[in-house]
T-cell receptor, first 114, second 116 residues
């Protein structure tokens, strides 16, 4: 079965600074990888996804993520954060064939300092 | 297109009762998945329905059940509620299921269930 680890429970970043959120996954083959964002009281919004091909994927809101097979990682990055980026971020893995639904990490709570 | 809608948004029940939550997927989407989100366990997959059939099920007791209608709308039911069932229940829809491929899921705002 697949699993996802987000090592950082909380991260605090100054507005305008760069951001990197870490995600490590465990899966026997090349997985489908996703990053979602959740604002308070809201559902999940998909930021970006990796299925195959180019390992650097671009998403919405200026986010990007890089798939590194050798490190089993899919870290999320943004060059300059805005106060509106404060939210909970979830990394998720989906098995090929769609079995067992998405497996989510515990999430990283992003705090933006003015 | 309208997004995924879930009703009700908030619900308060007492232990032992049962509850039914509803999800309307994005128009044209035929796959509906349900997830439970709690502070302790995070987001956990409950089940997935496609073409009125349950395709996958997570590791939850039989008290959790669901169904999907011909118009792709889905309901989930929890019987004999326990305090630990208090959670945000999220529904997600996907366009379709393609063998060997995973479709991205679009989430609704969730139903906040509180069990007293």
């Amino acid at each position: 079965a697949q699993s996802v680890t987000q090592p950082d429970i909380h991260i605090t970043v100054s507005e305008g600074a760069s951001l990197e959120l870490r995600c490590n996954y465990s899966y026997g083959a090349t997985p489908y990888l996703f990053w979602y964002v959740q604002s308070p009281g809201q559902g999940l919004q998909l930021l970006l996804k990796y299925f195959s091909g180019d390992t650097l994927v671009q998403g919405i809101k200026g986010f990007e993520a890089e798939f590194k097979r050798s490190q089993s990682s899919f870290n999320l990055r943004k060059p300059s954060v805005h106060w509106s980026d404060a939210a909970e971020y979830f990394c998720a893995v989906g098995a090929r064939g769609g079995a067992d639904g998405l497996t989510f990490g515990k999430g990283t709570h992003l705090i933006i300092q003015p | 297109k309208a997004g995924v809608t879930q009703t009700p948004r908030y619900l308060i029940k007492t232990r032992g009762q049962q509850v039914t939550l509803s999800c309307s997927p994005i128009s044209g989407h035929r796959s509906v998945s349900w997830y439970q989100q709690t502070p302790g366990q995070g987001l956990q997959f409950l089940f997935e329905y496609f073409s009125e059939t349950q395709r996958n099920k997570g590791n939850f007791p039989g008290r959790f059940s669901g169904r999907q209608f011909s118009n792709s709308r889905s309901e989930m039911n929890v019987s004999t509620l326990e305090l630990g069932d208090s959670a945000l229940y999220l529904c997600a829809s996907s366009p379709h299921r393609t063998s060997g491929h995973y479709n991205e899921q679009f989430f609704g705002p969730g139903t906040r269930l509180t069990v007293l």
